[in-house]
């Protein structure tokens, strides 16, 4: 199974608070830490560790942060051969700023991640793969990747954030024709349909573009899945969360790794809400779980998986 991921990656620069400032006021950290972040990098590393072969395709700044960046994806066994070095923008950093029950907000800079053009997505790295995954919300590299794909033969997934959302149905209906599975938040549901319900807002999804398949995660609520032939529903896991940064990057990571193994919808939702429910009790956006990891959890409460 090979996975390529293109989109975003970053430095993140997490800080844990109890409360955040108002203006002209400073409040203190209770926890500092550094780490690789940026969506489709994290859902690389992710689905690496599950054991697919996995490549990352984005932009990253000449500089210190730049180097890191790499050199933690590939400690993580990601292939970063296709990754476009922008000379004189600064890579990409977000400042997570995290609650004491593990919420977090986010400031972005996107820096040499906007450097990213249509055509760096190239014919040859989308050939090199069996599947590929678009964690952007910009709907010129969604758009490429996509077609690029399906004239290959290539499946595909999507998770797109809130910038893709926010556009509307109608705005990217072109654009995410054909994708096999596409991924969406509480928040991002609401925003491209206008409706609260997720299952309502999934129906309106499945009747308003050409997808195969639309998840919607609602963190501590679970997550539901709808194809043409009918929706499941399969409830979180009980944890306590320490940092949910990632947490749905390494949801759809472990979602697509059930749908090429051909694994049926709850078992795929299964194995997602728990590598999700993982990765939340650890800090930092890359802390995903391995197979064994999210096996050994399922087998704990009762669910047996077979491949
Ligand atoms: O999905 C989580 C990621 O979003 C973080 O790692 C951060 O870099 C932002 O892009």
Known sequence: M???????????????????????EAVEATEHYIDGGGSAANFAVAIRRLGAEASFLG??????????LLAGLEEAGVHVGWVKAVPGAPTGV??????????????????????????????????????????TGRLEIVERGVSLARAMGRS??????????????????EAVDGVDVMFLNLVEAHALTGLHEPLEAARKVMRGLNVGEVVVTMGDGGALALERRGHMHVPAFKVEPVDTT??????????????????????????????????????????????????????????????
């Open 94 to 135: 977000v400042v997570v700023v995290l609650g004491i029950d593990g919420s977090k907000r986010m400031i972005a800079y996107r820096g040499a991640n906007l450097d990213l053009a249509p055509d760096d997505v190239s014919p040859e790295a989308v050939e090199s793969v069996d599947h590929v995954h678009l964690a």
């Open 246 to 307: 990632g947490a749905g990057d390494v949801f759809a990571a472990a979602y697509v790794y059930g749908w090429l193994k051909n694994l049926e919808q709850r078992t795929r939702l299964l194995m997602a809400n728990a590598a999700a429910a993982i990765k939340v009790t650890r800090r930092g956006a890359r802390s995903s779980p391995t197979l064994g990891e999210v096996l050994g959890l399922l087998g704990r409460h009762g669910h047996e998986i077979k491949f």
């Open 2 to 24: 090979r996975v390529l991921s293109i989109g975003n990656l970053n430095m993140d620069i997490y800080v844990k608070v109890r409360e955040l400032p108002r203006p002209d």
């Open 59 to 68: 932009a990253v700044g000449e500089d210190e942060v730049g180097e890191r």
């Open 156 to 173: 595909t997934s999507l998770d797109g954030g809130s910038a893709l959302a926010r556009r509307g149905l109608d705005e990217i209906r």
